[in-house]
């Protein structure tokens, strides 16, 4: 073969070997949600469907903030070569080093919106006024999109916590496309919770959690461009 031929390609950077890859990542990103949010997860699905148990529903929830955020780790730095995968490996780099950046954020959130949800459901033992309602609905919705993204952020950058929160709640004004897309997407976990249950979601996770980070992408380019050196 003559010095000017073009080089071989190389097993692994072809198009199905890029497809095999983010399955092998995909699938190995599942279990790796399972497996961390297990503890959570098997009271949940075991919950009854009804108000009083909202408390323990916030209780059961705090292993996904850390697992979802290990996760958009894992995927956005996956390897496209199918012959150099470790997505377990980058999986809990990413848990070790965001747990508690990620607590930090979550466990108000959680609380935040457990307040709001029983008071909700509990509106006339509460002597919640109706014309409340709005405005609980919006701050729910708030805290949930705000939270998201602040998951985001702290899953890909390394900021201090007040920093995070400011750019989370920042980017939902300035990045409105992120946000329509994110409270599409929380829409739909809620829509998949209620069709079917919380074990049928949990079984999408890492396609879920796929879909958040390319709906994210344009944020996380602004502060990558913006806020970083």
């Known amino acids: 073969m003559s010095a000017t031929s073009p080089a071989r390609r190389q097993f692994g950077d072809g198009p199905l070997s890029r497809a095999a890859a983010r399955i092998h990542t995909l699938l190995v990103v ?10 959570g997860l098997v009271p949940l699905v075991l919950l009854g469907r009804d108000a009083s148990n909202l408390p323990l ?4 929830l705090l292993p996904v903030g850390p697992a979802v955020a290990a996760a958009l780790y ?18 809990w780099r990413g848990y070790r080093a965001n747990l508690p950046g990620v607590l930090r954020i979550w ?32 701050v729910g919705v708030a805290v949930a999109l705000g939270t998201t993204n ?6 890909l950058f390394t900021f201090r916590t007040r920093d995070v929160l400011r ?10 496309g992120v946000t329509l897309g994110t409270a599409a997407l929380l829409a739909a976990a809620a829509g998949i919770t209620a069709v079917a249950s919380d074990a049928v979601l949990a079984l999408l996770g890492s396609v879920l959690v796929l879909a958040l980070l390319h709906i994210a992408e344009p944020m996380v380019d602004t502060i ?6």
Do not use: M, Y
Request: glycine share 2%; hydrophobic share 65%; proline share 8%.
């Open 30 to 39: 599942e279990l790796l949600l399972l497996l961390t949010t297990l503890p």
């Open 57 to 60: 529903v916030a209780v059961c």
């Open 74 to 91: 894992a995927l956005r730095h996956q390897r496209p070569d199918l012959t150099d995968l470790r997505p377990a490996a980058v999986f």
């Open 107 to 138: 466990v108000p959130a959680l609380l935040w919106l457990a307040v709001v949800a029983v008071n909700l459901a509990h509106r006339a033992a509460a002597g919640v006024p109706s014309w409340w309602v709005a405005p609980l609905v919006l």
């Open 150 to 155: 602040a998951l985001v952020i702290t899953a």
């Open 167 to 176: 750019l989370a709640l920042h980017f939902l004004v300035r990045t409105p």
């Open 224 to 229: 990558r461009k913006d806020f970083t050196a």
